[in-house]
């Protein structure tokens, strides 16, 4: 799979740092961009025995070529082995601090058939949460950003037995 853009590319001497963890050449006001996205990218393609390689000329855009190995197909027997899934319909709280991140996960989990609440802080996610369980219709599943700029549980440290679900 190839994704490319057109955009301004990426400079020789930065080119080899980009896969590196908190690596960014982004700026966001006072705060530097976290630089995990792409650490993350290649550390999903590497675990499921793939690689990820980037092209890029200055002006001329970037592309990245990702190679996952093929899934074998499987014989008619062992078709009829595998258990029938059935499509699963439930309630999923979205919380991420990018607006266009929550709409694509959005509109993503309610064309699968699922209902979703966004939520764009962790505050906000605890109060729909609770409410949510306090009228008898649970979530079935929570999605969480990674890392939230000045979040609720920024500068502190959860307890051992306090989990990432549990505000401190």
């Known amino acids: 799979m190839s994704i490319a853009d057109q955009g301004a590319g990426i400079a020789k001497d930065v080119l080899p740092k980009i896969f590196d963890p908190y690596f960014s050449t982004k700026h966001r006001g006072d705060q530097k961009g976290m630089g995990l996205g792409l650490t993350i990218c290649h550390a999903v393609v590497q675990k499921h025995g793939g690689a990820i390689t980037v092209r890029s000329e200055m002006g001329g855009g970037t592309t990245f070529d990702i190679y996952l190995p093929a899934a074998r197909k499987l014989s008619d027997g062992e078709k009829a082995l595998m258990p029938a899934s059935e499509p699963r319909h439930g309630r999923v709280l979205v919380m991420d601090d990018e607006e266009g991140v929550r709409e694509v996960l959005g509109q993503t989990l309610e ?22 369980q306090n009228l008898g219709h649970p979530f079935d599943v929570v999605l969480l950003d990674l890392t939230i700029r000045e979040g609720i549980w920024e500068g502190r440290k959860p307890s051992r037995r306090c989990s990432k679900l549990t505000p401190p």
């Open 111 to 132: 064309e699968m058939g699922h209902s979703t609440e966004m939520a764009e802080d962790g505050q906000k996610a605890i109060e729909v949460f609770r409410k949510a």
